[in-house]
């Protein structure tokens, strides 16, 4: 037998105790690595399989107009929500339940015998609080009540395709409930208890509460007291009307701002289902492309203007009623034309061979240059989804034919948010911006901004001086012109018409089947807010815009002017009255007449009196007011001191 030597020993004995060090440090590595590196995850693993989590939804972000009043909130919806394991009597439990929630008893029995941890089934799903009373007062193992909520719109169908709706997840699934989701919704939060393989509560481990964080409130540019305005006028044109629908919008000329939008046909946003998906998915607003007609004739006059082609006041037009253009004939909407005209004319009659010429005098490349600049052909970029494009023709297929249609707004296709953007940017100075509705974010809690939207401007189109002369031109179709239904006594109202026709399935324009609108600008030296109203084919009147739209903004702007607080004032052009039309009562002064002085005043107004007296103390409305032919003025009566 061989001997091993104390030297091969000694070795032999080093070389164990070194493995035994090495293999000692790589389980201190690896102890210290589970401890302090990965332990962490370790924990959550373990306790994720030990734990059962009861949800509790954050709240949404309210929705609140420019003054801060709520367009959309939250109401208290608990949640039932139920551990099988825990339940020690299914078929008691689920009788007890039944009772209470809109659910037979068989299908509850199925709830509460399902393989699984945590079982939500929808009729228990936003349950009211007296539901939920009632369950908690039962005191039923492994039944849960969470706190959750559901949307509510306090104004109905107010604002519908604006806002949207959110699901019963509290997801947004239209409009702005949509476009902002994220923001709104918040993180959820839970309520963490502790069980065994079986499901059991492990009684001496604590529950571990997980607060939800809400969602940020977010405030609109949109004006209340406008939105009420213009959805009043809409109900009204409905009802008197019958249309196959009907839109408006609103917007602060100075930055994009989107003070109301609003169509017809709508829903209540609680109540969607109920409507066809037709009616909620589409904004007409931003959805709508159409021929525009003859509002569109404020982009061919900026164009004019701008390139300095024509002077309104200086340079005529003779109108014969109709010009050929291409071996085409285009017609004025007048039979017979509008005769020896300055262009100042041509824009309030709305005179289509006088657009024409002006199309003409600019040439195709600059006007459809213009057309572009002021954003035709492109989405807006307004913060709302399903945004059309409208239809514009390529350049290089333009001729003679295309350029005369073009100018009277005929032959392209754009949406309203376009038109009113673009004749912004014309009488704001030249200004085109981003339209936009999220004004701001607020902290839920304290109500303090969080983030600020600043207006966006995209680029200037034409000059200052430009465009003062639309807004006077604007203001004299108002005053003298085809818009002469949307003058507003007291304040500088301009706008134009338009009368469009529709094109049908097969491809030919419809009869007595229009589109009518009327843009709106005021007040007209100083734009605070610009209207767009369409009349989608209105029945039993004659369908031109001077007559069904243009009454409708003069009463959207004069109301929602007095809201803003923006004051009358006396200048400006005085309306031309034209059978059967007639001309406003100017109220005299009549403070300290006695009553036998009355009859020299030779007015076609009513007179009311009160009081003993024999002289006019105080009367109403006060001086200078003008009045309707036939309308009422009181008189207060006392003894003259």
Same mark, same amino acid.
């Given at each position: 037998?061989?001997?091993?030597?104390?030297?091969?020993?000694?070795?032999?004995?080093?070389?164990? @105790?070194?493995?035994?060090?090495?293999?000692?440090?790589?389980?201190?590595?690896?102890?210290?690595?589970?401890?302090?590196?990965?332990?962490?995850?370790?924990?959550?693993?373990?306790?994720?399989?030990?734990?059962?989590?009861?949800?509790?939804?954050?709240?949404?972000?309210?929705?609140?107009?420019?003054?801060?009043?709520?367009?959309?909130?939250?109401?208290?919806?608990?949640?039932?929500?139920?551990?099988?394991?825990?339940?020690?009597?299914?078929?008691?439990?689920?009788?007890?339940?039944?009772?209470?929630?809109?659910?037979?008893?068989?299908?509850?029995?199925?709830?509460?015998?399902?393989?699984?941890?945590?079982?939500?089934?929808?009729?228990?799903?936003?349950?009211?609080?007296?539901?939920?009373?009632?369950?908690?007062?039962?005191?039923?193992?492994?039944?849960?009540?969470?706190?959750?909520?559901?949307?509510?719109?306090?104004?109905?169908?107010?604002?519908? *395709?604006?806002?949207?709706?959110?699901?019963?997840?509290?997801?947004?699934?239209?409009?702005?409930?949509?476009?902002?989701?994220?923001?709104?919704?918040?993180?959820?939060?839970?309520?963490? @208890?502790?069980?065994?393989?079986?499901?059991?509560?492990?009684?001496?481990?604590?529950?571990?509460? *997980?607060?939800?964080?809400?969602?940020?409130?977010?405030?609109?540019?949109?004006?209340?007291?406008?939105?009420?305005?213009?959805?009043?006028?809409?109900?009204?044109?409905?009802?008197?009307?019958?249309?196959?629908?009907?839109?408006?919008?609103?917007?602060?000329?100075?930055?994009?701002?989107?003070?109301?939008?609003?169509?017809?046909?709508? @829903? *209540?946003?609680?109540?969607?289902?109920?409507?066809?998906?037709?009616?909620?998915?589409?904004?007409?607003?931003?959805?709508?492309?159409?021929?525009?007609?003859?509002?569109?004739?404020?982009?061919?006059?900026?164009?004019?203007?701008?390139?300095?082609?024509?002077?309104?006041?200086?340079?005529?037009?003779?109108?014969?009623?109709?010009?050929?253009?291409?071996?085409?004939?285009?017609?004025?909407?007048?039979?017979?034309?509008?005769?020896?005209?300055?262009?100042?004319?041509?824009?309030?009659?709305?005179?289509?061979?006088?657009?024409?010429?002006?199309?003409?005098?600019?040439?195709?490349?600059?006007?459809?240059?213009?057309?572009?600049?002021?954003?035709?052909?492109?989405?807006?970029?307004?913060?709302?989804?399903?945004?059309?494009?409208?239809?514009?023709?390529?350049?290089?297929?333009?001729?003679?034919?295309?350029?005369?249609?073009?100018?009277?707004?005929?032959?392209?296709?754009?949406?309203?948010?376009?038109?009113?953007?673009?004749?912004?940017?014309?009488?704001?100075?030249?200004?085109?911006?981003?339209?936009?509705?999220?004004?701001?974010?607020?902290?839920?809690?304290?109500?303090?901004?969080?983030?600020?939207?600043?207006?966006?401007?995209?680029?200037?189109?034409?000059?200052?001086?430009?465009?003062?002369?639309?807004?006077?031109?604007?203001?004299?179709?108002?005053?003298?012109?085809?818009?002469?239904?949307?003058?507003?006594?007291?304040?500088?109202?301009?706008?134009?018409?338009?009368?469009?026709?529709?094109?049908?399935?097969?491809?030919?324009?419809?009869?007595?089947?229009?589109?009518?609108?009327?843009?709106?600008?005021?007040?007209?030296?100083?734009?605070?807010?610009?209207?767009?109203?369409?009349?989608?084919?209105?029945?039993?009147?004659?369908?031109?815009?001077?007559?069904?739209?243009?009454?409708?903004?003069?009463?959207?702007?004069?109301?929602?002017?007095?809201?803003?607080?923006?004051?009358?004032? +006396?200048?400006?052009?005085?309306?031309?009255?034209?059978?059967?039309?007639?001309?406003?009562?100017?109220?005299?002064?009549?403070?300290?007449?006695?009553?036998?002085?009355? *009859?020299?005043?030779?007015?076609?107004?009513?007179?009311?009196?009160?009081? +003993?007296?024999?002289?006019?103390?105080?009367?109403?409305?006060?001086?200078?007011? +003008?009045?309707?032919?036939?309308?009422?003025?009181?008189?207060?009566?006392?003894?003259?001191?």
């Amino acid at each position: 037998m061989k001997r091993v030597s104390n030297v091969t020993m000694r070795k032999r004995i080093v070389t164990v @105790f070194l493995f035994a060090i090495l293999l000692f440090i790589a389980i201190i590595i690896r102890l210290g690595y589970v401890q302090f590196i990965i332990g962490d995850q370790l924990v959550e693993k373990a306790e994720a399989s030990w734990s059962r989590d009861i949800v509790f939804e954050a709240e949404r972000g309210k929705i609140v107009d420019k003054n801060g009043l709520v367009l959309a909130e939250n109401v208290s919806a608990p949640t039932v929500m139920v551990v099988p394991r825990q339940i020690n009597n299914p078929e008691k439990t689920a009788e007890l339940l039944s009772d209470i929630i809109d659910i037979s008893e068989k299908e509850m029995l199925e709830q509460l015998t399902k393989n699984t941890s945590i079982v939500r089934f929808s009729e228990g799903r936003k349950i009211s609080e007296e539901q939920a009373k009632a369950i908690q007062a039962l005191q039923l193992d492994g039944v849960y009540i969470a706190q959750d909520s559901k949307r509510y719109y306090p104004n109905g169908d107010y604002l519908s *395709h604006v806002l949207g709706f959110s699901g019963i997840d509290n997801q947004g699934l239209m409009g702005l409930e949509l476009y902002y989701d994220e923001r709104l919704s918040g993180e959820n939060g839970s309520l963490s @208890f502790y069980s065994d393989a079986k499901g059991k509560r492990l009684p001496n481990l604590a529950d571990t509460y *997980h607060p939800p964080t809400d969602g940020y409130d977010l405030q609109l540019t949109i004006d209340e007291r406008v939105q009420t305005i213009i959805e009043r006028e809409l109900d009204l044109a409905e009802a008197k009307y019958n249309p196959d629908g009907a839109i408006a919008l609103a917007v602060d000329p100075d930055n994009g701002g989107i003070l109301a939008m609003a169509s017809r046909p709508n @829903f *209540h946003p609680a109540n969607y289902q109920d409507v066809e998906p037709s009616i909620y998915n589409r904004n007409l607003p931003i959805w709508s492309t159409y021929e525009p007609g003859s509002t569109f004739k404020i982009i061919t006059l900026a164009a004019a203007l701008e390139e300095e082609v024509v002077d309104l006041e200086e340079d005529t037009f003779d109108d014969d009623g109709s010009m050929k253009v291409g071996g085409s004939t285009l017609h004025c909407w007048k039979k017979g034309g509008h005769g020896h005209q300055t262009y100042l004319e041509v824009v309030q009659n709305s005179c289509n061979p006088g657009f024409i010429s002006l199309g003409q005098k600019t040439g195709k490349e600059k006007l459809y240059s213009y057309i572009s600049d002021f954003g035709f052909g492109e989405k807006t970029g307004i913060d709302l989804f399903g945004e059309e494009n409208g239809i514009l023709f390529d350049l290089d297929q333009v001729g003679p034919v295309e350029l005369a249609t073009t100018s009277f707004g005929q032959g392209v296709s754009v949406t309203p948010i376009q038109q009113v953007m673009a004749v912004s940017a014309a009488v704001n100075g030249g200004y085109l911006y981003t339209p936009y509705l999220a004004s701001s974010w607020l902290n839920p809690i304290s109500g303090d901004v969080v983030e600020t939207h600043e207006p966006k401007m995209k680029r200037q189109v034409i000059s200052n001086q430009t465009s003062e002369k639309i807004r006077n031109a604007l203001e004299s179709v108002v005053a003298k012109g085809t818009g002469r239904g949307a003058y507003v006594e007291g304040y500088r109202v301009g706008g134009k018409t338009g009368t469009a026709q529709k094109v049908g399935k097969d491809g030919r324009y419809m009869q007595n089947n229009h589109i009518v609108s009327f843009i709106g600008v005021a007040p007209s030296n100083d734009p605070e807010i610009v209207v767009y109203l369409a009349i989608d084919n209105p029945k039993n009147t004659v369908q031109f815009g001077g007559v069904v739209a243009a009454p409708i903004v003069g009463n959207v702007i004069e109301d929602s002017l007095r809201a803003m607080g923006v004051e009358p004032v +006396k200048d400006g052009l005085e309306k031309e009255y034209k059978w059967p039309e007639q001309p406003l009562v100017e109220v005299p002064d009549l403070i300290g007449s006695t009553r036998k002085e009355l *009859h020299q005043y030779q007015v076609n107004l009513s007179i009311e009196s009160s009081g +003993k007296g024999d002289v006019v103390i105080d009367q109403a409305p006060k001086a200078g007011t +003008k009045l309707e032919q036939g309308d009422t003025v009181r008189l207060y009566f006392g003894n003259e001191k």
